[in-house]
């Protein structure tokens, strides 16, 4: 089997980046529901690195596609879009988190005394 | 129920950008003898703030613009945590006339309600654009979806009682908060109900506000929380 360049440093690259992501859930500096989008896409690539034209193939058959590159562009533009939808569900909440911060932070400096409390 | 003597209320007007009316419409509110005025300044990037306490009224600073839903949200949790028995909200563009917050006092006490919602649809005489009319009659068959039948769901001239302070968790930024604060209103089975007022329109007043793109984004975010609270 003539395996390539890619097929090395592409699978080495994701088990690092998983490594690292379960690094940062043991050390409590994130979450499995903030690693596990990543961390899938990180397999999916590997897998594909892998067995490029086993996977491919599957993925055309399955999706009743004619090219496999055709396929594996598809489901790329599937993880690229639920990757919009993550980060603008992250986006949000982040806004959410602003406002509240807002709120209290003007309750907080708003003068007590003044308001007679 | 004792009469509601104008000590009692505190009145809260969420504004942004509102220099230009905000000292005369603190001044009306003074003239009709309310003493308790905060202005809840939603990040305005001109002298609202300054003029506001040039004119003998409080502020509540929001240190970055986040919308009329936080300054209203500001607004309740001050109320909350200072254990205000009354809070009125109004707008501070000076479309609403101070001196029907009485007629808001005595609808209360009449129908013993947690929330009074002034509105304009009551009173034919409210000469209202037509298409904030147009905008209005939409807004309000959102809140049907909450199964609450209120006539202005959008007007921003609202008093709360203690229960309604204590209780209305409200979680929106934008406009859809009037919205919200109606069907939430109906879940917890608070007594709402409106009583006419009279706006007063003008060409500065009518280019604040709701318009249509803020419409469409408020019903967006309206069904979204709608959804995520199921």
Known sequence: ?117 | MSMIIKDDLWVFLPAYNEATVVRDVIKELKSCGYKNIIVVDDGSTDDTRKFTQEAGARVLHLCLNRGVGAATRAAMLFAKREGLEFMVLMDADGQHYPSEIEKLTDELQKQKADIVIGSRFLEQKSKMPFSRVIYNKVANMFTYFGKSTVTDSQSGFRLLNKVAIDNLELELDAYGICTEMVWKANTMKLNLVETPIKVLYTKYSQSKGQNLMKGLQTAYRLIKNRLYEH
């Open chain 1, 1 to 117: 089997m003539n395996i390539r360049t890619f097929q090395i440093i592409i699978p080495i690259l994701s088990v690092i980046f998983i490594l690292w992501q379960l690094w940062r859930i043991y050390t409590f500096k994130t979450k499995w529901k903030s690693v596990w989008p990543g961390a899938l896409f990180a397999v999916f690539i590997s897998i594909i690195a892998l067995f490029p034209d086993f996977t491919t193939n599957w993925l055309a058959k399955t999706l009743d596609f004619k090219s496999n590159v055709n396929a594996i562009i598809f489901v790329l533009i599937g993880f690229l879009f639920g990757a919009v939808i993550i980060l603008y569900d992250l986006y949000k909440r982040q806004q959410k988190t602003i406002t509240k911060l807002t709120i209290e932070l003007s309750l907080f400096m708003a003068d007590k005394d003044d308001f007679g409390s």
